[in-house]
């Protein structure tokens, strides 16, 4: 019997990519109960992430257009879901 090879999902968008690098870098969350996506300003995984687009951009995406895109994403997402009661 052949064992299937895991695979990463298919990412359609450079933007989903960058989303699917920072959460792999763990710089970004998704909020549980919403689904918003959440910055956890950690600067270690910011720069993994960053580190990770300049290693492995997608396909035909130059190094410069891959962590400009990494770099929007992040400058996108807050740091609290909209949809959550603040803590106030």
């Known amino acids: 019997m052949l064992m299937p090879r895991e695979r990463r999902p298919s990412i359609r968008t450079v933007r989903g990519w960058a989303i699917s690098v920072l959460q792999e870098a763990g710089a970004i ?15 270690h995984a910011r720069e993994r992430a960053i580190d990770i687009a300049r290693q492995d951009p997608p396909p035909r995406t130059s190094l410069d257009e891959a962590v400009a ?3 929007d994403v992040l400058d996108s ?3 609290a879901c909209p949809e959550c009661p603040s803590d106030d």
Do not use: F
């Open 77 to 79: 997402i807050g740091d």
């Open 29 to 43: 969350r998704q909020c549980e109960e919403h689904g918003w996506m959440q910055d956890r300003a950690d600067p």
């Open 69 to 71: 895109e990494v770099r």
